[in-house]
């Protein structure tokens, strides 16, 4: 009697502190989809007759249509290019494979802008290679240029969600359809192809995302889509249509969702032993294999070689603003260190409520915090200078903390997901063990669950703490005014032709976007585990 008084008694402990983390997660859901409700709140002070104009205009069309050839071009070539390196890699007799199979993701270690200001400063107009050669060079910048650069950096995401899916399938299916008479395409069409379009869609929409939302390689190819003419009319302090166009921006990454979730929806995706009968390339290993090494020569050689030539060669002694200082890493660690910090303190509650309730409002709550990650960055920056210029004036741009919040609101799914899954990992008998030793729920997080998902908080925070060191837009938007950060010295050296000074910051970036693929590839590692 007595022991079934103290179990209620510590039910009703556990679901007032579930009650209290829901009403923490709400709040933290609601700020992070806040600004969405900024960029409205500025479109709907435009006149309508105003607003009409300006949606309807000649430009705007150009822009739509613009950025939807961009982002449909970009997502058919990362297909053409990943799914079939993703079967050559899984089900050929290639020689190395694995090695390959790095050579091929490899491309992902580079940030696309840093890849478009390689290119452009290297062979575009009165590039690097048209001063040494003394002959015009053709004009690499454009629409089809920005095509062929964010194909070659995104690829990787069709290709290693194929590959998943190719290794995880059944292939003594495809060995069944052959003993049928089915030719190798007849197989794959029927069998294969049914299996893995999850993976493709899921991989191509990653791709799309991330074409329709890329602000800096469209800005350093000068291709005006959707991000570069935003920021350009903020720039012109033309700031109605830069929230009106921020709004189609998000129409048309709503519509990408909806069409992945319909496309991407799969009956029953087998699983089982990978292993089946290969296909013999025979003399086509060789063209292959040097397919594969052109890829990673053109997307990651050139780039660090062009990087590695002008940090040798040097500024010639000349000093401008752009040359690189220790205070310029220092701002910038210190920013992604801090948005680490905020983005761990918002995402624990969220995390551990969501992997320990059932609640649909969990649930919900989990989900929005993933608004970073299907907004454009440069949204999310437009955002906070309206609400800053507006309501918070002492601090725009004079202070941090509007820039550190566009931070964490971007990057905060990956710090939630970690720690969910470190949470769903813990084993529920280690909590009820304390209970019975009449340990609060409190202190069974703190001496219990924290320890064990400690793990999972520093590699959202370090993965955090990694991406936030890249982001271009919401930095060049929201910085304090005179601070300037790795990322502001490779965009102020691209526009105004010192190209050499960017090179030790892009090369930091480049290590530091290879630290954040070994981070994600070992927590994959550990969860196929």
């Not at 007759?49 to 070539?77: D, K, N, P, Q, W």
């Not at 993703?86 to 840093?114: E, H, K, M, N």
């Not at 069709?158 to 060995?175: C, E, G, I, Q, W």
């Amino acid at each position: 009697m007595a022991s079934n008084r103290l179990q209620k008694l510590f039910d009703a402990a556990g679901q007032n502190s579930l009650s209290w983390l829901l009403v923490l997660s709400g709040l933290i859901a609601l700020l992070v989809a806040s600004p969405l409700l900024w960029i409205g709140q500025r479109a709907a002070q435009v006149e309508p007759a105003r607003g009409f104009e300006l949606m309807v205009s000649a430009r705007t069309a150009e822009i739509l249509v613009t950025s939807l050839g961009l982002m449909a071009s970009v997502t058919i070539l990362s297909m053409l290019i990943g799914v079939p390196l993703a079967i050559v890699t899984t089900r050929t007799d290639l020689p190395y494979r694995r090695f390959w199979t790095v050579v091929a993701a490899l491309p992902l270690v580079i940030p696309s802008y840093i890849g478009a200001f390689a290119f452009v400063s290297a062979f575009g107009e009165h590039g690097e290679l048209e001063s040494v050669l003394g002959m015009a060079m053709p004009n690499i910048q454009g629409f089809w240029g920005t095509v062929l650069i964010i194909t070659l950096y995104t690829y990787p995401y069709v290709f290693l969600t194929t590959r998943a899916a190719l290794l995880s399938m059944d292939a003594s299916l495809v060995d069944a359809a052959r003993t049928l008479n089915a030719d190798r395409f007849e197989a794959f069409r029927r069998v294969t192809f049914p299996q893995i379009r999850p993976a493709i869609a899921a991989g191509s929409l990653l791709v799309a995302l991330y074409a329709i939302s890329d602000f800096g390689t469209p800005a350093f190819m000068q291709t005006e889509v959707f991000t570069s003419a935003i920021y350009w009319e903020y720039g012109a302090i033309n700031v109605e249509y830069a929230a009106l166009l921020s709004l189609q921006l998000l129409a048309v990454t709503g519509l990408v969702l909806l069409l992945e979730a319909r496309v991407g929806r799969d009956e029953d995706a087998s699983s089982g032993d990978s292993r089946g009968s290969q296909i013999r390339l025979g003399t086509w290993k060789w063209p292959t294999m040097g397919g594969i090494a052109s890829l990673g020569i053109v997307t990651i050689v050139v780039p660090v070689a062009i990087f590695g030539v002008w940090l040798l060669r040097g500024t010639g002694g000349a000093t401008t603003a752009y040359a690189f200082e220790l205070e310029y890493a220092l701002n910038s660690m210190v920013l992604a260190v801090l948005a680490a910090l905020v983005a761990c303190a918002f995402a624990l509650p969220v995390g551990y409520l969501s992997a320990r309730s059932d609640s649909l409002l969990a649930r919900l709550f989990e989900r929005v915090t993933y608004v970073g990650f299907a907004v454009p960055g440069i949204v999310i920056g437009l955002a906070l200078v309206f609400f800053g210029s507006s309501y918070l004036s002492f601090i725009y741009r004079e202070s941090i903390v509007l820039l550190v919040f566009a931070y964490v609101v971007r990057f905060l799914p990956q710090a939630v997901g970690n720690i969910r899954t470190s949470v769903l990992q813990v084993d529920d008998q280690l909590q009820e063990a304390a209970k019975t030793l009449n340990a609060s729920r409190g202190e069974t997080f703190r001496r219990v669950t924290l320890p064990l998902i400690a793990p999972g908080v520093v590699a959202g925070g370090v993965l955090v703490f990694l991406t936030t060191m890249k982001e271009l837009p919401a930095t060049l938007m929201l910085q304090p005014i005179g601070m300037e950060t790795l990322v502001t010295l490779i965009w102020g050296a691209h526009g105004t032709a010192h190209y050499r000074y960017a090179a030790l910051p892009a090369l930091i970036l480049v290590l530091i976007s290879g630290l954040s693929m070994i981070i994600l590839l070992r927590q994959e590692d550990s969860d196929l585990q």
